[in-house]
């Protein structure tokens, strides 16, 4: 199935599978997992490799991957702002 981007906030993607939705990060054009410590990437350019570092079980429903979406971009925005 494929693939496609939702929504950016900084170096976060949210991505959709079908009905399901996960939470990346893209660094140095390498797409990461966010989940369960996993550490290799993929090309950011080859979403259709998601599955080398994307399990099943961290695809969840719609609203749950917005939820934690938004958190991810309020914690990075709080971050960034005490830093300054």
Same mark, same amino acid.
């Given at each position: &199935?494929? *693939?496609? #981007? *939702? !929504?950016?906030? /900084?170096?976060?993607? #949210?991505?959709?599978?079908?009905?399901?939705? *996960?939470?990346? !990060?893209?660094?140095?054009?390498?797409? +990461?997992?966010? +989940? =369960? /410590?996993? @550490?290799?990437?993929?090309?950011?350019? =080859? %979403?259709?490799?998601?599955?080398?570092?994307?399990? !099943?079980? =961290?695809?969840?429903?719609?609203?749950?991957? @917005?939820?934690?979406?938004?958190? *991810?971009?309020?914690? @990075?925005? $709080? %971050?960034? $702002? /005490? &830093? @300054?």
């Amino acid at each position: &199935m494929k *693939v496609t #981007l *939702v !929504e950016e906030s /900084g170096s976060h993607l #949210l991505l959709a599978r079908g009905d399901r939705f *996960v939470i990346v !990060e893209r660094r140095n054009n390498r797409i +990461y997992n966010c +989940y =369960d /410590g996993k @550490r290799n990437g993929i090309a950011a350019d =080859d %979403l259709s490799a998601i599955h080398q570092i994307i399990d !099943e079980t =961290d695809w969840v429903d719609e609203p749950t991957g @917005r939820a934690a979406f938004n958190e *991810v971009v309020s914690r @990075r925005t $709080e %971050l960034e $702002e /005490g &830093m @300054r």
